[in-house]
Structure formats: C-alpha cells, structure tokens
C-alpha cells in the first residue's frame, strides 16, 4: 500500500453487540471502495475479516481483524471486532488504537448488552464514538426505535445525521441531514433524488436542530448562521468532527450493508469528521496491541506508530525486555492478506513478523527514546477449566503450545495446581476456553481433554490424638526397626504445623528425631485420613523404641507416617474447605438477584456500596468450590452486564453433610493428589 501523510489516516474501530453486522459493515466498505471484487457472506465463511476456522463455523468475529482501504486519498485502517464478552479484549485492544469507535447497531435487535458494556469503556478512555444502524432492510427494522434506544441509553448527544428513506423491505436510500439532500440507491450507485414529503418536516426540524448543536463549537460559524448566512457542508462537517473528537456529539447513519446502501455516506463520513490521529515528530515509537500466532509465518505483531516513522530493517528496543529488536519487512494486513509498506508514518497501523521478544501491550522505540504510553489493560480471566494431554505426543508438546496461545491472547492464563496436579486454563467463558483449546489443536497439533476442576481441599483435626507408630520388617542381613509413639493436636487456622521433640532418656537417638518430623511432613504433605493435604496440626514426638543394628531414618520416618495415620484417625479429622472472596459489580435493579444467588451458594455478603453510573458493589466471601463457574450463572443473572474479580480468601471447615460428598468425589479421581 501506498504512503499517506497522518493527517489523512482514520484509524476506526468497529464495535458493538454479536451480530449487529460489523464484519458486512467491514466487506461493504471494502465491496464499495473495490478492494474486492465482490461480498463475502459471514455465514457462508467468505468474509475477508472472519478468516479463521473457529470463525467459519461459529459465524461469528473471534479475534479482531484489520481491514485497510483507500477512498479520496485517504487510508481507513478499519479494525473489526468481536461481539461477544469472552473477547472484549480485543475490541478493547482496537479502541485503544483508534481515533473513533464506530458502534454498530441492528435496526432488527436495537442496542445489545456489549454494546452498552463498550460504550462504558469507551467513554471512560475518551474514545469518540459515532453510531452506524444496520440492517435497515430487515424484517422488524426499525430506525425509530433504534435511535429512541440510542438517546435513552447513551443521552442528547447522539445525533442523527441522516434518516431512512423507506422501511424494511422498501428501505431503498437516506436523506442527509447535514446536506440537505436524499439519495436513493440501485446496486450500491446512489442517485440524488428530492427529499420525499413524507419526510421532509421531520427532515427540516431534524436539520435545524442539528447544525445548532454543530455551530455552537465555532463562535463565527454561530454568527454566521445567527446572520443567517449559508454555511457550507464541508464547514458544518469540519465543525461536526470537533464535537465527534471532543465526545460531545455522537452521530447516527444509516446503512444496509447487504444492499451496499450508504456504505459511501459512512466513508465520507469518516473523511470529514472523524478525528486524524495525531502527527508526533521523532525518534520511531511503536505500540503492539495484538499478537498471531501463524502457522507459518509465526508470531505477527500489529502495532501503532505513535511517535516518529518506521522503516524496515529498524532496530528498536522493548522498554519492557530492554532487548534489540529488528523489524524486518513491515506490513499491512487486509484480513489475512499481507500487503508490503515502505514505512509506517505516525498514527499508522502496520504488522511485523518474528519478534522474538516482543508481546501484546509492549512498546518498542529507538534507544534512549523517553516517552509513555498508557499501557494496555487486559480484563482479567473468570472461568477455569482442567485440561490435560490425550497422548504422550501431546504431553510433550503442551508447554510450548500453551506458551505461544498465551502469546496470542494474553487474556488466558495458565497456571499449575501443585495440590491437585492439575493444569488449570483460565479464560473469559465457555466459547474462549473451547475454542482456544481447538486453536491448540489446529495451530501446534495438541489435543487436550477438559475435566472438572478440582478443588484443594485439606484436612485438619479438632481434638487430641495419639498413636504408636511401627515399622519392623526382616528380610535377611540388617532389618529395619523403629517405633515412635506420637501425639496430635489442633492449631488455630492457619498455624500450619508445628513439631515437638518431647523424647527424653536416649528413648530415640538425637540422629533420628528429624527423620521422624520428616516422616511426618511427608505424610502431611501426601494426605490424610480423607486423602487431603493436611494443616493446622502439632505433632509431639513423646517415645519410641530402636535397635542399635536395624534402626534407620528409614525406618523412623515409616515409623512417623503410620503413627501420624493413626494418632489423626483417633482426632476427630474433618475437612477444610478453601474460600474467596468476591467483589461482584452489577446494575443497581440485579442487586437483590446477586445477594440471593450467593446466599444460596453459602456466601456470606460482606457489604454493598454504589459506585456510579447505577452499578452497585457487592462483597462477599463463598465457598470456592460453589463459585468456580460464576462468571456463567454472573452472566445469566444479569443479561451480561455484571462483572466481578475473586481471590483466595482463607479456609473455613467444610459442613459435616458435604464431607462424605467431597471424600467420595476424591476416591474416584485416583491421581486427584
């Protein structure tokens, strides 16, 4: 692709609820300016920015996708996103590298709970936003109701810069607001007509109140039109695109992207108003927002140049790993087509390949360059699943696998649970983790099976104990003989473990006291009476017996571990259970939803507090083996729109009807500890 100058780029993220249309919103764009020769269909899997598997048969965007294309001299670096809350970080990520945020609406569906989820994140960065309605040619579009919808959820700001000529099946083109002008549509060419009657004192009123609000930016441009003097479309869309930078104004336009109506009404609209990015001087500083993993290129990284320009062959440091990096040749992506660039200007979107060093978020730039940028906030993962190898190949695989699917999509995290042997992949929700576990298959040939997540119970004592522990065995030479006699007892939670050497008189000799404890310890450690590590216990070690020839610390740590079995079997053992705490924000009206929900699942709610915008605080504390799937019954219980982040908290004694239930469970799950 050709250099142009910053001021001419559009950086434009297109955001918004599963489904609204954005991807055919990205191929219209690309269809009318003829990058391609013809439309691809999201369903049919021939889009050019849903190019992956998992994408083709789940028809929807998983991962964002770029989608550059020139129109009028200008570069729109167009950034398609996902739709759905398990991958907001990567409409996350595209916000954070655009200029403006083009929400897309279906005049079928109305607003979404996403699209209210994005619109929060986008105000609280000051991302100016601009709206595009879709699906005006559907059945049951309403553009009306939409746009009521829009005002009511996101206030006056939002402005309708055109209106629907027709409805539904007869929506055949749009009146623009800021022209004065209609234009009805044949095969995606438009054609000025006159403004219809039926619209046209909608129209009028329409306009007039929305050059006001555009004049009252500019003090001539108001006096001008006090004056009443013509101001022209290119001075009310140079004004407009103030008020669009400043977030005071949030415009509204209509399209049928199927039908190629008004696709060249949004362009326009991204040339004349929508904000430029900014044209930084000096030494090259690049920001990486996403990172591919391909199968043959290998790792490609997206980034944004903020300050200065790249050329290729530049060598830039990692403010994060201090390390060298060399950008071999830069490019552009179009979907998954690679287009060669010259340079990367400031502002620009572009790709590199094989940084060896180099991940999401970090940012490279010339050595010795000072300069900050904000740094990338990633969502924090809710929902855990256990994952293991199907086969021997797979096991000796899996850790780079997971290495390099971290590496794409920084939002997982993988963690290795030392009490139950488990390998535990964290994500977003059920569709992130599925499909990441079908990206290990396809992309690094890993197959791994899922399983419940096992929760790390441990044991513990409430009485006193103790036990005469033995181990005597003759085999012909030396034999093995030790005996110590060994006493438990209870510690407040969290104590752990405490050892005693109460022998007095020679009754074991002093060499063997600490194979003894670690006999102990080893037993602790492997589990006790119900198969859990145990805690909170001290142990004395009163008596015992030796041989001068066949005692060992061998043997006294046998010894240790069947008198420490025994001495717990005689102290009432029971069970603890690990807890989190819980801090769940959620819209003010599922509040009493929340609290019931979690009492029901033997939580405690701590207390609640209001944090703004009509959201609500709640904090609690439940047991974790009642909250490990919380983010799905979260995410039923209020439509999507609640969200929470939980902790380990401590450990209380699990109820005496549940411990059965869990040494059961245990029993059956051989390798569980």
Request: charged share 25%; proline share 6%; net charge negative.
């Amino acid at each position: 692709m050709k250099t142009v100058p910053s001021s001419k780029i559009r950086n434009v993220a297109l955001v918004g609820h599963g489904h609204s249309g954005k991807t055919t919103l990205a191929e219209a764009m690309l269809f009318t300016t003829g990058v391609i020769p013809r439309m691809g269909s999201v369903d049919a899997g021939t889009t050019v920015c849903d190019f992956d598997p998992e994408e083709h048969s789940r028809h929807c965007t998983v991962s964002l996708a770029l989608a550059p294309l020139e129109v009028d001299g200008h570069k729109i670096n167009v950034i398609d996103t996902p739709g759905y809350a398990d991958f907001i970080a990567d409409a996350a990520a595209a916000m954070r590298v655009a200029e403006l945020a083009l929400f897309v609406v279906s005049a079928v569906d109305g607003v979404g709970v996403q699209t209210e989820i994005l619109w929060k994140m986008a105000e609280a960065n000051a991302v100016p936003r601009a709206i595009v309605v879709t699906k005006l040619d559907k059945e049951r579009a309403s553009f009306e109701r939409t746009l009521e919808q829009l005002q009511a959820r996101f206030g006056a700001g939002v402005a309708p810069l055109e209106l629907p000529i027709g409805e539904e099946g007869g929506f055949r083109g749009v009146v623009s607001l800021i022209d004065d002008l209609a234009f009805t549509y044949s095969g995606g060419t438009p054609t000025e007509v006159p403004i219809p009657a039926e619209l046209a004192e909608e129209a009028a009123t329409l306009r007039n109140t929305l050059v006001e609000g555009i004049v009252v930016a500019d003090d001539d441009l108001m006096e001008r039109y006090l004056m009443e003097d013509d101001i022209s479309t290119k001075e009310l869309a140079k004004t407009l695109g103030i008020g669009v930078a400043a977030g005071s104004v949030f415009p509204v336009l209509c399209v049928s992207s199927t039908s190629q109506i008004g696709i060249d009404r949004v362009l326009q609209f991204l040339i004349d108003a929508a904000p430029a990015p900014e044209m930084a001087e000096g030494p090259a500083v690049a920001t990486v927002f996403k990172t591919i993993v391909d199968s043959y290129v290998g790792r490609i990284s997206l980034f944004k140049v903020v300050q200065g320009t790249v050329r290729p062959d530049a060598h830039l440091v990692n403010g994060r790993t201090v390390v060298d990096e060399k950008l071999h040749a830069l490019f552009s992506l179009r979907g998954k087509e690679q287009l060669t660039l010259a340079e990367v200007v400031p502002g620009d979107i572009a790709a590199v390949a094989k940084l060896a060093h180099t991940g999401t978020g970090d940012v490279l730039g010339e050595r010795g360059t000072q300069i900050t940028v904000p740094p990338l906030v990633l969502p924090e993962p809710t929902l855990p699943t256990a994952i293991h190898p199907k086969s021997k190949n797979d096991e000796d695989k899996l850790a780079n696998a997971l290495h390099r699917i971290v590496d794409e999509d920084p939002v997982l995290r993988i963690e290795r649970n030392p009490e139950t042997h488990q390998t535990i992949l964290w994500g977003m929700g059920e569709t992130h983790l599925n499909i990441t576990i079908e990206k290990l298959a396809r992309k690094f040939g890993v197959a791994v099976e899922q399983e419940p997540v096992r929760v790390p119970y441990r044991e513990t004592i409430l009485t006193m104990g103790d036990a005469e522990g033995k181990h005597k065995k003759q085999s012909g030479g030396h034999g093995q003989y030790g005996v110590a006699f060994l006493r438990v007892e209870p510690l407040p939670r969290g104590m752990g473990f405490q050892f005693v050497d109460a022998i007095v008189g020679g009754a074991i000799p002093r060499q063997f006291i600490p194979a003894v404890e670690r006999g102990v310890q080893e037993t602790m450690e492997r589990g006790g009476v119900f198969g859990f590590p145990v805690v909170d216990v001290k142990v004395t070690c009163y008596d015992g017996k030796y041989h001068a020839v066949d005692s060992s610390e061998m043997s006294f740590r046998m010894a240790a571990s069947h008198g420490f079995k025994d001495a717990m079997a005689k102290a009432q053992p029971t069970l603890l259970e690990p807890v989190s705490e819980l801090s769940v924000i959620v819209p003010e009206q599922y509040q009493g939803d929340i609290m019931g929900d979690l009492n029901s699942k033997r939580g405690r709610v701590q207390g609640t507090s209001p944090v703004g915008g009509g959201e609500v605080e709640v904090n609690a504390t439940a047991p974790t083996s009642e909250v490990l799937r919380y983010s799905i019954d979260l995410r039923s219980l209020t439509q999507g729109r609640g969200r929470f982040v939980t902790k380990h908290s401590h450990y209380d004694p699990l109820p005496a009807h549940l411990v059965d239930k869990v040494r059961s469970e245990a029993k059956a799950v051989p390798d569980a500890h």
